[in-house]
């Protein structure tokens, strides 16, 4: 209303009625500059150099009043949970007096509630037939304002939209009715300053500790996993886990945008609960620009192309020769046993069982030979040319991946990762069979075949 120009200024008894923070003291010296006649009782304000300091000395000092006010709240606030106290609203069935001290019964639906954990501790009742009875009584919820809407919350103050909207009293739902029958506060329970439970001294217990346990028991026997009928299709699906507890972070859309959240152990360290998906890929994509060999790598290979490659081949040749002297004693001893097989049986040398297994045995070996062979027909020069054409592919991907959308992302994701694993800031990775000679190289003798980034 000053900014608009309703009023000609304001006075304030001090400048901590008015400014608790830098962005009060930014409001009003904006006010200021724009001609707002702004007064204090307590204070005047020189239009000088002397003046602007007396007004960060004062904007300092209601500054650290209100931070020692929140001290005291919270220490208040954390004392009378320690004392047993309910320092929050009461749930339905109590009456909310505007004390912390004293929280009675609601007359008209405690003896509801009452009745509510009766029948649920019989287990015949389902969550939805007693929310359908406690209807039928009359009960309500207590009274409550509906939630704005974004036109309502974008009105003018002046407008006063909260007080226009009238609170009503809400039906019993499924929900509600879980809520009652699981809320320790009907035990006489409320949780203290480090949120355990302790015994209540601001209200009475509405039902019995064994009712209310044999009603626990009952709904856990009744309590079902809910498992999606049609799995939503989001990019990154059982792709990313907590390295900590190694449970899935589960994708979900927020106005709009891709969240990840893991539901982790109650002992796991990793602070890192929620993040959208703009975080992981751009960390992917840093990841895939290490995965691809630089300049130095490519003339490193180069280089020793000519010794270290050569040597192998020598090797690799070798290794062929004597395979071949290995498959030629087989076949002879093969072709030794097709000929000889009746004079050795008559002979005693082998008997028919013996003869048969000593067969297989060296048809065993041929075999095995034969496919250590044709692994090795392909050269090692062409394995890292294939390799070095792998990295080309991986850098020129690069652009295309900046700028795809989340499906087409998530699509070049599952091609080289087969798991990213997320802790704090860091994210570890496990590639799939093509790309992991791009990524060993970052492993010392004796590592884990996990990267990080």
């Known amino acids: 209303m000053l900014s608009k120009g ?19 003291d930014t409001i009003l010296r904006k006010l200021m500059k724009a001609g ?13 150099s002397a003046g602007e300091l007396h007004m960060d000395i004062d904007g300092m000092f209601s500054e650290h009043h209100s931070r020692v006010t929140r001290e005291k709240v919270t220490l208040t606030i954390r004392n009378s949970r320690s004392r047993g106290l309910c320092t929050n609203r009461a749930p339905v069935g109590y009456l909310n007096t505007g004390t912390m001290e004293n929280k009675p019964f609601d007359p008209v639906r405690a003896p509801i509630i009452r009745k509510l954990f009766e029948m649920a501790a019989t287990g015949g009742w389902s969550l939805a037939d007693l929310a359908q009875w406690a209807t039928e009584q009359g009960f309500t919820m207590p009274p409550m304002r509906r939630r704005r809407t974004q036109e309502e919350i974008l009105a003018e103050e002046e407008d ?12 019993p739902t499924f929900n509600s009715i879980h809520k009652i029958l699981t809320n320790p506060y009907y035990k006489g329970l409320v949780p203290d300053d480090e949120g355990n439970l302790i015994k209540s001294t601001s209200h009475i217990q509405m039902v019995s500790d064994e009712l209310f346990d044999e009603v626990q028991t009952r709904l856990e026997k009744k309590n079902r996993s809910v498992h999606y009928v049609e799995v939503l299709d989001h990019p990154l ?9 190694e449970r899935a972070y589960t994708p979900y859309t927020k106005k709009g945008i891709l969240y990840f959240n893991a539901r982790c152990k109650d002992n796991c360290t990793n602070n890192l609960k929620n993040f959208n998906f703009d975080f992981i890929t751009e960390k992917v994509g840093k990841l895939m620009e290490k995965l691809s060999f630089t300049d130095d790598e490519l003339v490193d290979i180069d280089a020793r192309a000519s010794t270290d490659i050569a040597v192998l081949d020598t090797k ?56 250590t062979e044709k692994a090795s027909d392909v050269s090692m020069r062409e394995t890292v040319n294939d390799v070095v054409k792998l990295s080309e592919l991986l850098k020129n991907s690069l652009p295309y991946y900046s700028n795809a959308n989340p499906d087409e992302k998530d699509k070049i994701i599952r091609v080289i990762f087969s798991e990213l694993i997320i802790s704090e800031n860091t994210l570890d990775y496990k ?6 000679s791009l990524s060993n190289r970052f492993i010392a003798y004796g590592d884990p075949i996990v990267s990080r980034t």
């Not at 309703?6 to 009060?24: E, Q, T």
């Not at 226009?164 to 809400?170: A, H, K, V």
């Not at 590639?431 to 992991?436: A, E, H, Y």
């Open 316 to 371: 690799r040749i070798n290794q062929l020769e004597e395979n071949e002297r290995r498959k030629r004693k087989v076949r002879e001893d093969l072709a030794y046993l097709n000929a000889n097989r009746l004079s050795l049986l008559k002979t005693g040398a082998y008997t028919p069982e013996k003869l048969v297994v000593e067969e297989a045995s060296l048809n065993l070996e041929l075999t095995a030979l034969c496919d």
């Open 6 to 24: 309703y009023f000609k200024g304001v006075i304030f008894l001090c400048w901590d009625r008015a400014s608790r923070n830098k962005g009060d």
């Open 36 to 48: 707002v006649d702004i007064r204090f009782t307590l204070a005047q304000y020189d239009k000088n």
């Open 237 to 245: 699906r059982a792709m990313a886990y907590c390295a900590i507890c």
């Open 431 to 436: 590639c799939r069979k093509g790309f992991q």
């Open 160 to 171: 006063d939209v909260r007080l226009q909207i009238t609170p009503i009293e809400r039906l």
